[in-house]
């Protein structure tokens, strides 16, 4: 198992810059790709960014690519994710998952409880 608890969320204003946390716990990330999804007010669950095992390869949904930046510390079993120029339309609930295959919104293996990020425009 693996306990994903996410952190840095807030009220921010449009413009402003936020860095989300993904603690994890139980077992070592370095085994699991990793990725952040969103879910706006009565939305779906939806793709944000996902970063391979070694950190070396990086994917983003087109709304956030050269905004967002992913990334993780697999020695600190941390993922972070950098949110630039944050716009209204980010406000959502942020939450990281692990898979050992490939984090998908629909199904992946573990997941945190989600961090509340609102952008006022």
């Known amino acids: 198992q693996v306990q994903l608890v996410e952190s840095g969320g807030g009220l921010v204003q449009a413009g402003d810059s936020l860095r989300l946390s993904c603690a994890a716990s139980?077992?070592?990330?370095?085994?699991?790709?990793m990725g952040w999804f969103r879910q706006a007010p009565g939305k779906g669950r939806t793709f944000v960014a996902r970063?391979?095992?070694?950190?070396?390869?990086?994917y983003y949904d087109n709304s956030v690519r050269g905004r967002f930046t992913i990334s993780r510390d697999n020695a600190k079993n941390t993922l972070f994710l950098q949110m630039n120029y944050l716009k209204a339309d980010d406000t959502a609930v942020y939450f990281c998952?692990?898979?050992?295959?490939?984090?998908?919104?629909?199904?992946?293996?573990?997941w945190g409880k989600g961090t509340q990020v609102t952008v006022s425009s």
């Open positions: 970063i391979s095992r070694s950190g070396n390869s990086a």
């Open positions: 998952a692990a898979d050992p295959l490939v984090v998908k919104a629909t199904d992946s293996a573990f």
């Open positions: 139980g077992r070592t990330i370095s085994n699991y790709d």
